[in-house]
């Protein structure tokens, strides 16, 4: 089992470009969740994907979309850059039995730098 | 605002100390309570997750304790050891949805 995989691992952007990360769950999960963690911040909520649908988000603009695919895996789109968007992005995915002992298992996070 | 605050920021410690952390969380809607562990370049590993007032759960020479009613949960370690250097983060769900709430985190270095 390869866990929670990310793609890419660092990725350098301009402001005012568009960026897309991507994520991969562990195998027989079937929702993540995107947590943005800035310098010396703990991770903050961006939203969570189940069944294809956004279920849950957090404080943050529209620029922040998101989509989910058949297979599970999903994409964190992010519009019109700003230098404040530079952070670690972590995916977290999780079975969503609705129980809660529920654990997410979490990515190794993508680096995003904004210039 | 919901706040999860976590204490020390930091701590350094020699090898064979133990040492406690702090989480503190909103003690309404308490629906579980997670502990991470999490290298430098590493993905952040699930060390505990917490639902029951009372509770305490033990991994190894880590063990954590949980208090709803008054909104904390302690994280111990006994005898440290280099290879536990890692900030430890505590992350607060207040519902069947997933949102997880984290505080700062607790950065633990181990001198040997």
Not at chain 1, 29 to 36: G, L, R
Not at chain 2, 47 to 55: A, C, I, Q, S
Request: aromatic share 14%.
């Amino acid at each position: 089992d390869a866990g929670v995989t990310q793609s890419p691992t660092h990725l350098i952007k301009t402001r005012g470009q568009q960026v897309t990360l991507r994520c991969s769950p562990k195998s027989g999960h079937d929702t993540v969740s995107w947590y943005q963690q800035a310098l010396g911040q703990g991770p903050q909520f961006i939203f969570q994907y189940y069944e294809e649908e956004e279920r849950q988000r957090g404080n943050f603009p529209d620029r922040f979309s998101g989509h989910q695919f058949p297979n599970y895996s999903s994409e964190l789109n992010v519009n019109a850059l700003l230098l404040g968007d530079s952070a670690l992005y972590l995916c977290a995915s999780s079975w969503e039995g609705r129980s809660s002992t529920d654990t997410q298992y979490f990515g190794p996070g993508t680096r995003l730098t904004v210039l | 605002i919901l706040n999860v605050e976590q204490s020390p920021q930091s701590l350094h410690v020699q090898e064979g100390d133990s040492t406690n952390f702090t989480c503190s969380f909103p003690s309404s809607n308490f629906y579980a309570l997670h502990w991470y562990r999490w290298e430098t370049a590493k993905s952040p590993e699930a060390l505990f997750v917490m639902t029951l007032n009372g509770d305490e759960k033990k991994k190894g020479r880590i063990s954590a304790t949980l208090n709803t009613k008054e909104g904390y949960s302690y994280l111990y370690i006994k005898g440290s050891q280099p290879e536990d250097s890692a900030t430890y983060l505590c992350a607060f769900r207040g519902s069947t949805l997933g949102r997880l709430y984290f505080g700062r985190g607790t950065q633990l270095t181990v001198w040997p």
